[in-house]
Nanobody, 122 residues
């Protein structure tokens, strides 16, 4: 059974920092592209950052230069370091694991965690 558990969210003032973590159970981590997404109230879920199994990264324009995604394969963990936070970063942040299409674990849309709330006060 695949489970993703996020942690590290909280309340922070504008300009502050937080680090989110997502631990993935099971055996899919090493074969998965990992991603962080967020959903603000009244808005659609949007991509924040992704990292492939090879370590290639991609960021939304709104977070480039402020957020850094990384992964620790032996720990089955992906991180999102968030610096220079802004009130518009306030959202529920979700972790996603997308196993490669050739894997027996592949499923459209991948696997999702339960989300962690990030609130940035002005």
């Amino acid at each position: 059974q695949v489970q993703l558990v996020e942690s590290g969210g909280g309340l922070v003032q504008a300009g502050g920092s937080l680090r989110l973590s997502c631990v993935v159970s099971g055996t899919i981590f090493s074969i998965s592209a990992m991603g962080w997404y967020r959903q603000a109230p009244g808005k659609q879920r949007e991509l924040v950052a992704t990292i492939t199994s090879a370590g290639n990264t991609n960021y939304a324009d709104s977070v480039k230069g402020r957020f850094t995604i990384s992964r620790d394969n032996p720990k089955n963990t992906v991180y999102l370091q968030m610096n220079s936070l802004k009130p518009e970063d306030t959202a529920v942040y979700y972790c996603n694991a997308a196993p490669s299409p050739g894997s027996s674990y592949y499923t459209a849309g991948g696997y999702w965690g339960q989300g962690t709330q990030v609130t940035v006060s002005s």
